[in-house]
């Protein structure tokens, strides 16, 4: 295939030289020798140029990079750990607990959510506070603190409503709304004696829905 390649190029050289034998030399302004001359040069220049099927430079094809696998998922993170259980901030049986949500039924029947939980942190900063009884039973019983005794508590008519028992668990398991206080009184309810022990005795926290609380 080569050799029959080269000698086409040869042959389309030789007819370049038997057309160049009838070029009259004033044509070009050449002697015969010199035109000869140049016409050898411009054949074997030809022949040199002439390439085989296969040799001429192929082109260079940009190697297209490798397909890139998926993006590699990011660490799956380790799971939530789920939030510890509140713990209460008193202990409290689920009688006490029961004691609790009367007393503030009886208390502040139909107040709001947040008066509720006010009267119950009271109850709960006693049990916490040194001057007072360590548990709920005896703060509640203990002599001219609240009024009623252990069977009012269980009277049908302060029977506590979900948003009280809602409002104990509260102050039992989050934070103090009260800033600390020991003590509330409503003045409409209270003689004058007692609120002047009340105002003249502890100091002033703040007052909501007709009750003050004291610390």
Request: with cysteine; charged share 20%; hydrophobic share 40%.
């Amino acid at each position: 295939m080569q050799n029959r390649w080269k000698r086409a190029c040869a042959a389309g050289a030789a007819a370049c030289l038997v057309c160049a034998a009838g070029w009259p030399a004033s044509a070009a302004g050449l002697t015969w020798e010199e035109r000869m001359t140049a016409l050898v040069g411009h054949v074997a220049d030809a022949l040199q140029e002439c390439t085989l099927p296969g040799e001429a430079e192929m082109p260079q094809v940009a190697e297209s990079p490798l397909p890139q696998g998926p993006a590699e998922e990011p660490a799956t993170q380790a799971a939530a750990q789920p939030e510890p259980a509140p713990q209460p901030k008193i202990y409290a049986s689920p009688q006490e607990i029961s004691m609790i949500e009367h007393e503030v039924e009886r208390e502040v029947h139909g107040a709001s959510y947040s008066h509720k939980i006010a009267v119950a942190n009271v109850i709960v900063n006693r049990v916490l506070a040194p001057r007072f009884p360590d548990n709920v039973a005896d703060v509640l019983h203990a002599p001219g603190q609240f009024p009623v005794s252990i069977k009012n508590y269980y009277s049908p008519k302060w029977t506590p409503d979900d948003e009280t028992i809602n409002a104990v668990y509260a102050a039992i398991y989050q934070p103090d709304t009260t800033h600390g206080a020991l003590y509330f009184y409503a003045p409409q309810y209270t003689k004058q004696k007692t609120a002047s022990w009340f105002e003249n005795k502890l100091q002033y926290c703040f007052e909501m829905e007709g009750h003050r609380f004291f610390c």
